[in-house]
């Protein structure tokens, strides 16, 4: 399991404004399931459709380039904006845009 660190103003009284971290633990497994990942419902039954059940089959589809996981019927730009903000903010490495 992998932790990301996180940086939050702290409010303590005798440190106001003083940064604080906390450790927050993330599970970065490309074993784990579409459906775990806070995607709407409908780019998740897209995605089973199209043959994409885990987060690492979704990575692979990416590093093919946007236009190819676009070709999965349902999963439109906003599914695939979405998607990959979800898998950024779980620390996995996702470009802007990726050219087929």
């Known amino acids: ?3 990301q660190l996180i940086s939050v103003l702290g409010t303590r009284s005798e440190d106001a404004g003083a940064k ?3 450790e927050i ?3 970065k497994s490309p074993d784990r399931a579409i459906a775990d990942r806070e ?4 780019a998740t ?3 089973k459709k199209g043959g994409i059940d885990t987060v690492g089959q979704l990575l692979e589809k990416l590093n093919q380039g946007d ?3 676009l070709t999965i019927t349902g999963f439109g730009r906003t599914s695939l904006t979405a998607a ?3 898998l950024r903010a779980l620390g996995y490495d996702i470009s802007e845009t ?3």
Do not use: G, N, Q, W
């Open 1 to 3: 399991m992998f932790k």
């Open 25 to 27: 633990p993330i599970c």
């Open 98 to 100: 990726t050219a087929a």
């Open 39 to 42: 995607l709407s419902a409908r």
């Open 20 to 22: 604080m971290l906390f």
């Open 45 to 47: 039954e897209a995605l």
């Open 84 to 86: 990959k903000k979800k």
């Open 67 to 69: 236009d190819a996981v």
